[in-house]
């Protein structure tokens, strides 16, 4: 993605469907239904957006989550997905850790934290949008990236699980797959791209990525076809995380040995550990009817609510421990990673 900003984009015609919506924080804990169902604590921290029918174990065979939920902190009301990443940490030079605030990104100011979703029938720099893609069914959920990765060698496996270190809120490039090494003046982006090709059968599958996979050849950006183990594309689901490092830029807080210094709730401060968790929970068929229509960010086939409307939707904390202000050790146990 080549973009100095997002803002130029929303000066262009809108042609077909390409979704951009915020989505605020529905709540901040070490609950993962995807990976460690029915565990609470689970082994490391997540920051969560989307429906409130979020929750400790979430089997498909437990219903729909549409049905279930009652309200969704996304601006597209019929959302009821839920989208999750680890979270940010800075590390003191004395040794104690401060979570790092997310903010929104260009265009969702007032959102308490969250993120901002992307779903795209083409790259995000084609404008005009015109593929067609299959919209995940109920029940569909995945996962990308390895929380347990440290290398680039294994990051590689990704390829589009990047960072931006922001010099302002419009910046778009350059991405790193590790963190930025030097202080980023409006903050430190996460870009998490899911693969897009579905194996057309399985809702999910033991690993929750096999079921999916990139393109054969090329990639999604420039066209690449899907292989015939699993030939159907489904939309460019991306999640764009802002964690507003503004604060923690002060050098004279930084390792002396001149490393940067945040790491994941996964305790990984090289970057490549970056994943991210999907649970599709669209109300009927809405996500197929926007993917089909001239949607270009806003989106008139889809039913929308205000920002505040959508950060009044929360749900119960259900792991009760600090996670705010200074900690002496990021929350949860180390070497217990099963992700
Ligand atoms: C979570 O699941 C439990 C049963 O396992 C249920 O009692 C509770 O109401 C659920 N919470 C939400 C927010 O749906
Ligand atoms: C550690 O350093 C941070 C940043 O300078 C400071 O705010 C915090 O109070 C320090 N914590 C301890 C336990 O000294
Ligand atoms: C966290 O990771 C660092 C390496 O970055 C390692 O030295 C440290 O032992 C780890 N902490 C725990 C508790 O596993």
New binding site residues.
Partial sequence: MHLNSLTALALVAPASALLRFGCSQLVVERTDPLVNP?VAPSPHLHQIIGG??????MRPE?GDIAE??TCTTCQFSEDFSNYWTAVLFFKARNGSYHRVPQVPNIGFEGSNGGMTVYYMQDGLANYQQTSKVTAFKTGFRMLVGEANYRTKVQANRFRQITYTCLKEAGTRYPESMDFPKAPCAYGIMSNVRFPTCWDGKNLDSPDHQSHMSYPETGTFENGGPCPSSHPVRVPQLMYEVIWDTKKFNNKEDWPEDGSQPFVWSMNDSTGFGSHGDYMFGWKDDSLQRAMDSPCYVNCPTLKMQSIAVGNQCT??T?VDEPINGWLKALPGSWGQESE
């Fill in positions: 029915g409130n029918a979020f929750n400790i174990s437990d279930k939920a749900v119960p259900v």
